[in-house]
């Protein structure tokens, strides 16, 4: 659980970089690419114009805000990370690339169903994609407790 909590925070806080980092080793290096997501995530709410405590709730709760502008900022952090591109498809191999550091890349396989997952905006497949992603990673932790 404290690895999905870490992730749906980086997912929502969300790198100066283009893509995801390949391999982070140290602690040292997750705190600096948790800081780099926090400053993408400070700006997108900045852009948004979405107020922190709404994504503050969902990290804590890890319940799925359906709010447009939520969705909206999901879609700018995933853009901004190089989950999304900008024309709004989910960067699914960036993604299983960055949860790769925390998980097993065959245990990451269950997660392939989500790359089915669409929307009719960027932020809704932003959106759809995450809760499925999470889901999925709650099913890879309960299997491994």
């Known amino acids: 659980m404290t690895a999905i909590l870490l992730l749906l925070s980086v997912f929502l806080y969300c790198t100066v970089q283009?893509?995801?980092?390949?391999?982070?080793?140290?602690?040292?290096?997750i705190k600096e690419d948790i800081k780099q997501r926090e400053r993408i995530g400070l700006d997108c709410l900045k852009q948004i114009g979405l107020n922190k405590t709404i994504v503050e709730k969902a990290v804590r709760s890890i319940e799925f805000v359906e709010d447009r502008k939520y969705k909206?900022?999901?879609?700018?952090?995933?853009?901004?990370?190089?989950?999304?591109?900008?024309?709004?498809?989910?960067l699914y191999d960036n993604l299983i690339d960055y949860l790769s550091t925390f998980y097993k890349t065959a245990d990451l396989k269950s997660l392939d169903d989500c790359r089915?997952?669409?929307?009719?905006?960027?932020?809704?497949?932003?959106?759809?994609?995450?809760?499925?992603?999470?889901?999925g990673l709650r099913k890879i932790d309960q299997k491994k407790a």
């Not at 283009?18 to 290096?29: F, L, M, R, V, Y």
């Not at 909206?72 to 709004?88: R, T, W």
């Open 18 to 29: 283009a893509a995801p980092p390949n391999h982070i080793t140290s602690p040292e290096d």
């Open 72 to 90: 909206e900022f999901l879609a700018c952090s995933y853009k901004q990370q190089g989950f999304q591109s900008d024309d709004g498809e989910i």
């Open 116 to 135: 089915a997952v669409g929307g009719s905006t960027d932020g809704e497949r932003a959106f759809n994609s995450m809760k499925c992603i999470i889901s």
